[in-house]
């Protein structure tokens, strides 16, 4: 490209490629009428453009009134700040000539740590005043555009020297018609690839306990003539990612490059560098350091390698980037730990915490730097796993790991497989290296980090899931839930689950039901749901367990001790009694040895979901005030209201309609009475108890409720049938309970006639009705062309007429037409939304994530309990 003459009338028609990184501060730079809004128009998309004559217009209704640029420009920089800090590319659209106007942008970008990229419109002065002459709606003085070139000009060589990290300079009007945008990623974005990784701790020199550490993790050495490795290949593709300190105090740093840079090189591995890397490399390129904490040792090591070695070596370190981000940003790898503001983001900031991490500036009684614990503030969503400061055990603590578990100070070498957050070590073969401070943490130790916080929980939320996106949660719904969660639930260390509320099916316009089967079938059939599970549905309540195999399992995973927890759908115990409670515990412990579960699902957990019979175990109060005050109100009142009818009738008063009317009202009250009593008996100690389990919600690594149905049933029927086989031997009466079923084929007429005439049976027995689910657990509906669609319900209630009676009154059966006017939207939306935060308390649970991101969801759940909703539905 041949360069413009002093006026600017020079052009070069050779296209100019600009090349712009994806997440950065774009300011275009050059005089009114160089075009440089046409050119943002051309080459950005309208919102990444913020422009200071839309600016001047929002504040003054006229984008050319100059006694508002301040204000315009105070707004300019608001929006461009929010944009960095929501990482979005921005593009400012102003002169800018002025070094001061350019000053405020750098400093911008550089508080959010993206790069300042200059893009210099010089386009002659002539053509400026030409085409600002030919706006009707601009007319500037004749001195305006000679002022602002002048200032060009001046500004030209100095913009790299202002902080731009990337200059552009396009010369007339022919190299800006030809220039063309070139997004390039960030160097840290490998946001493309999603492993699987076996992220390695600080390795130190320590080159033969890497070897054996990669050997563990399965891969396979590949070595040079001289029987040195200098490559390692895992068979099934996994890739090693190096968290950084390679090098110094261990006996052979250049064997670890010589393996971990054959590694990057052949595409098995990724490396970022650590401070000691960072130190190394500038002494090996001449630079003063001063040399301690074991470089000594890396350069005598290296002194005795070749230059072409040294020189690999050299070129290895210097090419490092501070930290990546992974897996579609749910895993970020660097040295020293990083804070979510700064995922993602270049600076030198960024790279010094990337490497450093950040002090307190304090120092401890071994003249150490006090690292800020920033671990047990991180509330991001990815995964930081680092390493720099060494601990005796590698542990998460609010979604962070630090792997550096002191190889060289004797203790071990440790990966993390991902995603499998699997722990793979290697002890150390002999202390290498004497460590000046023992080996403890500055971040807690504890599993989880820190407590809780109100911040986690308090006002307007909004909770992202797997199965449904984003589901919000209102500020009143928090307040609710806080309430409830903080005056009566249960440690929320243990409150893993809320099952979700459950949609009844349509509504039916069968003569004398409000609810039937076929509606629920047809709705089924509809989604494209073919086979279905029809469950039971027990009279009792609602019921999550956490069963613990051994004394210690619980707090091995959940940091309390016990034997487990009974908790209802608000998160409350489920019994008052202890001892009771732990007596349902240890049946269902028992029968889960007995069949075998713990082993078979490899855990010494289980969370299971159940009904606990009767209905009055748990709901004797409000038996007592509702249901009972209405059964005797009706007994004592209507005997007496149809003994005075029917005297008046002696009299020979026609009030055959009325003593009709209030017979079948009487009748009503019974047919009440009667219905919640088949709920309600006397218990004593475990006698009388009964437990239905349905469902198995989790395991240890494992979310459960995906699998199908039938899956969980086959295992629920073996552990009810090893309690009913202790029980038998012990002469002990059975507490878990089977629970009923059968399978449907909604495109089979002889099928679904089956499961309804079995609801009929259940419920003319006085049952409650049964729930009907889809087999495969998990469905959604289809967009077409395979894209997936909505969630299908999980579970829709199909009730008997006596039980609505219960809960639409005693006479409800006389107001079906106006009960079918119920809307069913925002119960079926409810559940919907519970279903999916739910599960995704299951999966992070699953993941091992910290308890933080656990009760998040379930939180959630509890707080959607809050919205207003028909409770009879």
């Known amino acids: 490209m041949t360069d413009a003459a002093a006026d600017g009338t020079t052009e070069s028609t050779t296209p100019r490629r600009l090349p712009v990184t994806d997440v950065s501060l774009v300011v275009l730079i050059g005089t009114s009428g160089a075009g440089k809004s046409t050119f943002a128009r051309r080459h950005f998309l309208p919102t990444q453009v913020v422009s200071s004559d839309f600016c001047r217009g929002l504040v003054a209704d006229d984008e050319n009134d100059q006694s508002a640029s301040a204000e315009a420009f105070d707004l300019l920089h608001y929006i461009v700040g929010k944009r960095l800090a929501a990482g979005r590319l921005t593009v400012v659209d102003a002169t800018n000539v002025q070094p001061e106007a350019r000053r405020q942008l750098v400093r911008i970008a550089r508080e959010h740590d993206v790069l300042p990229i200059a893009i210099v419109l010089d386009v002659p002065p002539g053509v400026c005043a030409e085409r600002n002459r030919s706006r009707p709606d601009r007319q500037l003085p004749a001195h305006v555009i000679p002022r602002q070139n002048r200032e060009l000009r001046r500004s030209l060589r100095g913009l790299e020297r202002e902080g731009f990290r990337k200059v552009h300079i396009l010369r007339g009007e022919a190299e800006v018609a030809s220039a063309e945008i070139e997004l390039e990623k960030r160097y840290n974005d490998l946001r493309h690839l999603t492993g699987p990784f076996d992220i390695v701790g600080d390795i130190h020199g320590c080159r033969s306990e890497l070897e054996t550490l990669l050997t563990r993790l399965g891969y396979t050495l590949t070595r040079d003539e001289r029987g040195r490795p200098v490559d390692a290949a895992h068979p099934a593709g996994r890739t090693a990612v190096f968290v950084g300190d390679l090098v110094d105090r261990g006996p052979d740093t250049p064997g670890v490059l010589r ?11 990724i490396c970022v560098p650590g401070n000691h890397e960072n130190k190394l490399g500038r002494s090996m390129d001449g630079k003063k350091v001063t040399v301690s904490h074991g470089l000594q040792e890396s350069l005598d090591q290296l002194a005795g390698e070749s230059e072409e070695f040294r020189t690999e070596v050299r070129a290895f370190m210097r090419g490092l980037v501070s930290h990546y981000v992974l897996d579609g940003g749910a895993l970020v790898v660097c040295h020293a ?32 730097p006090v690292r800020y614990p920033w671990a047990e503030e991180y509330r991001g969503r990815a995964l930081v796993v680092y390493g720099h400061t060494p601990v005796p055990t590698a542990s998460f603590v609010n979604n962070t790991i630090c792997l550096d578990t002191g190889c060289v100070f004797g203790g071990s070498l440790t990966a993390l497989r991902y995603p499998e957050r699997e722990l793979v070590s290697v002890e150390a073969e002999r202390e290498w290296y004497a460590p000046v401070r023992p080996m403890i943490t500055d971040a807690p130790g504890a599993r989880e980090g820190r407590p809780l916080d109100l911040a986690d929980v308090a006002g307007r939320r909004i909770v992202e899931t797997g199965l449904h996106g984003r589901v919000a949660v209102r500020e009143e719904n928090a307040a609710a839930a806080l309430e409830v969660m903080s005056r009566f639930a249960l440690d929320p260390r243990l409150l893993a689950y809320l099952p979700p509320t459950m949609a009844p099916s349509p509504t039916s316009r069968r003569d004398g039901y409000l609810e039937h089967p076929e509606e629920a079938f047809l709705a089924y059939r509809a989604d494209g749901v073919r086979h279905l599970v029809c469950e039971e549905k027990h009279m009792g309540s609602r019921a999550v367990l956490l069963v613990a195999r051994d004394g210690a399992a619980l707090e091995r995973r ?16 489920f019994l008052h009694d202890d001892g009771l409670t732990a007596a349902v515990l240890d049946r269902v412990r028992e029968a889960a040895e007995r069949a075998g579960l713990f082993e078979e699902l490899g855990t010494d957990w289980l969370l299971l979901d159940a009904e606990l019979m009767p209905w009055s175990l748990k709901a004797v109060e409000l038996l007592r005030r509702q249901y009972a005050a209405v059964g005797a109100a009706a007994g004592a009142a209507l005997p007496e209201v149809l003994s005075a009818l029917e005297r008046a009738a002696g009299r020979g008063l026609d009030l055959a309609d009325l003593t009709a009317r209030q017979r079948q009202r009487s009748a009503d009250a019974t047919a009440f009475t009667e219905a919640y009593r088949r709920y309600c008996w006397p218990t004593e100690g475990l006698s009388g108890i009964r437990l239905a389990p349905f469902q198995l919600l989790a395991a240890e690594g494992a979310n459960l409720v995906v699998r199908p149905h039938d899956e969980h049933l086959a295992r629920i029927d073996r552990l009810v049938a090893a309690d009913a086989d202790a029980a038998a031997t012990e002469g002990k009466e059975p507490v878990l309970h089977r629970t009923g079923r059968i399978l449907v084929d909604t495109e089979d007429e002889a099928s679904t006639a089956a499961a309804t005439a079995w609801w009929e049976e259940l419920t003319g027995a006085g049952g409650e009705g049964m729930v009907v689910k889809p087999l495969a657990s998990l469905v959604r509906t289809s967009r077409g062309e395979g894209r997936p669609g909505g969630l299908v319900q999980p579970g829709v209630k199909v009730r008997g007429r006596e039980y609505l009676r219960i809960i639409y009154g005693p006479d409800y059966t006389e107001h079906l037409d106006r009960l079918r006017q119920r809307s069913l939207g925002h119960k079926r939306s409810l559940a919907l939304r519970e279903y999916a935060l739910g599960l995704e308390a299951l999966d992070r649970l699953a993941a091992g994530e910290p308890l933080w991101r656990v009760h998040e969801p379930v939180f959630a759940v509890l707080a959607l309990e809050s919205e207003p909703v028909d409770p009879r539905l």
């Open 259 to 269: 393996l971990v840079m054959g590694m990057v090189a052949a595409g098995h591995a």
């Open 337 to 368: 730990g990083l804070p979510e503001r700064y995922h993602g983001r270049n600076s030198g900031r960024v790279r010094s915490h990337a490497l450093y991490g950040e002090t307190t500036g304090e120092t401890d009684e071994y003249g150490l």
């Open 558 to 573: 959940f940091g309390v001790a016990g034997p487990g927890a009974i908790w209802t759908r608000t998160g409350r115990a």
